[in-house]
C-alpha cells in the first residue's frame, strides 16, 4: 500500500487539528498505520499507531489524552486528531504503513512513507 498525508497548517497554542492519512492499494489483514512527527533539527519519533483491522490504537504517552488516531476503512483514511496543540507539537508529521498486526512503534519496522506534512504551533 502507498500513504499521503494532508491537512498540516499553522495553528495558534490551544487550537485543534486534524490530519489525514489516504491509504491506496489493497488493504490486507496485518495492515498498521501510524503517525510520526520530526520536528525541526530533531529526529523523527513515534505519535501513534492503528491497525486497520479491529482499529486497535496505542498512542505515545506524550500525546495521550491530546491526539486520538481513528480510521475510516470505508474511505480508506486514517486520522490523527490533534488538540490543546502546543509549540512543541511543531513538526513534519508523517504517516506509515507496516505489516504488523502487533504493535510496532520503530520507524523502522515501517515500510511505507509519505512525504509528510508540515503543523506549525505558534505562541
Known amino acids: 500500500v502507498r500513504v499521503e498525508e494532508s491537512g498540516g497548517g499553522l495553528v495558534k497554542t490551544g487550537d485543534s487539528l486534524t490530519l489525514s492519512c489516504k491509504v491506496s492499494?489493497?488493504?490486507?489483514?496485518?495492515?498498521?498505520i501510524a503517525w510520526f512527527r520530526q520536528p525541526p533539527g530533531k529526529e523523527r519519533s513515534f505519535v501513534a499507531t492503528?491497525?486497520?483491522?479491529?482499529?486497535?490504537?496505542y498512542e505515545a504517552d506524550s500525546v495521550t489524552g491530546r491526539f486520538t488516531i481513528s480510521r475510516d476503512t470505508t474511505k480508506k483514511l486514517v486520522y490523527l486528531q490533534m488538540d490543546r496543540l502546543e509549540p512543541e507539537d511543531t513538526a513534519d508529521y508523517y504517516c506509515?504503513?507496516?505489516?504488523?498486526?502487533?504493535?510496532?512503534?520503530?520507524?523502522?519496522?515501517?515500510?511505507?512513507w509519505g512525504q509528510g506534512t508540515q503543523v506549525t504551533v505558534s505562541s
Open positions: 506509515a504503513a507496516a505489516n504488523s498486526f502487533v504493535l510496532v512503534t520503530s520507524a523502522s519496522r515501517y515500510d511505507s
Open positions: 492503528i491497525t486497520w483491522v479491529g482499529g486497535y490504537t
Open positions: 492499494g489493497e488493504p490486507f489483514s496485518a495492515l498498521r
